[in-house]
């Protein structure tokens, strides 16, 4: 597969003023290598996974006034879309690249899901790496990095997941814009495999939920 990777312009489209001006920017330089990505690990997802994996990527259809401020390949067990079930993402923001296991605010199931977390936090614990990464709201770059986290952090996630209609919950890992640009593409699908392989016992856990 030919994927040459992310450049410094694919992240500097998230600094174009206006709307239309930005969606032509991400639907020239962004839009295609996710097209590729989403081609690449649905396949591959697939098999990890043991469920159909469909790639989705972000047309951010609704905006009518301010332009994204992030973009993403989204991968789920059903063509129509993600956003309902737990899921893996692959995207960027203007100052990193993102790879996740998501689990979002509009899955209807979210509470029970949290439950499964909630009482496998122990295992969950010990085995993400510290340097991995989570996230209460996919809208916001902010993270907490694994590492500065306790167990009872963890837990308060998972019951907030559980009790907050709104609350998401999200585990990946970040590579910074001045690193990301610097690694070759294939070098960056091993990655993103590896962070996958390790986020995937976060995605049968509640699976069977």
Not at 14 to 24: K, Q, S, T, Y
Not at 101 to 126: C, D
Not at 133 to 142: A, G, L, R
Not at 148 to 165: I, P
Request: charged share 20%; glycine share 4%; proline share 5%.
């Amino acid at each position: 597969m030919n994927f040459n990777g992310f450049t410094e312009s694919d992240f500097d489209v998230f600094l174009i003023d206006g709307l239309d001006a930005r969606m032509e920017a991400l639907k020239t330089h962004i839009r295609p290598k996710l097209e590729t990505l989403g081609a690449y690990f649905a396949p591959i997802l697939s098999s990890m996974t043991g469920d159909e994996m469909f790639a989705h990527v972000a047309k951010h259809a609704r905006r009518t006034i301010n332009p994204p401020k992030d973009t993403w390949v989204a991968f789920a067990s059903n063509s129509r879309g993600y956003k309902m079930l737990p899921h893996f993402q692959i995207g960027l923001w203007r100052t990193h690249l993102f790879i996740w296991f998501a689990l979002i605010y509009e899955a209807p199931h979210k509470s029970e899901f949290g439950r499964r977390l909630e009482l496998n936090v122990e295992n969950i614990y010990r085995e993400i790496p510290k340097d991995f990464v989570w996230s209460v709201d996919h809208m916001k770059p902010e993270v907490q990095k694994h590492g500065q986290l306790s167990q009872e952090d963890l837990t308060n996630m998972f019951v907030r997941v559980q009790t907050v209609k709104k609350a998401e919950i999200l585990c990946g890992y970040q590579i910074s814009k001045q690193q990301a640009i610097t690694i070759p593409g294939n070098q960056l699908l091993e990655q993103t495999q590896f962070v996958f392989e390790t986020l995937l016992p976060l995605y049968k856990m509640i699976e069977t939920s």
